[in-house]
Nanobody
């Protein structure tokens, strides 16, 4: 099983950009489907983006489509989330998560391995 560590969060003004990184331990990273999810204060955890094993397929929540890009580098055991045109409503703790299959990729309960999260705050 992999262990995940996120980084790259911070405070940014609306319209700005951030790139989150998630590094996985172990030699099986390429066998995991990866995703980014987020949780805002007082809200449930929600799906943001998903990427296939090779990185050839991606899927996004409607709220971030066209602004966020998920990618992965299997040689570096790392998945990224490039976030552009950030909005105050993007403020949340962002988590990377790993799954062994592609069932219901938008359902947080499908992910068995999570990082500790990184805070993203977007000021207006």
């Amino acid at each position: 099983q992999v262990q995940l560590v996120e980084s790259g969060g911070g405070l940014v003004q609306a319209g700005g950009s951030l790139r989150l990184s998630c590094v996985a331990s172990g030699r099986t990273f390429s066998s995991y489907f990866m995703a980014w999810l987020r949780q805002a204060p007082g809200k449930e955890r929600e799906f943001v983006a998903w990427i296939s094993l090779s990185g050839g397929s991606t899927h996004y929540a409607d709220s971030v489509k066209g602004r966020f890009t998920i990618s992965r580098d299997n040689a570096k055991n790392t998945v990224y989330l490039q976030m552009n045109s950030l909005k105050p409503e993007d403020t949340a703790v962002y988590y990377c998560a790993a799954a062994r299959d592609t069932m219901r990729v938008e359902d947080p309960s499908r992910y068995g391995t999570w990082g500790q999260g990184t805070q993203v705050t977007v000021s207006s």
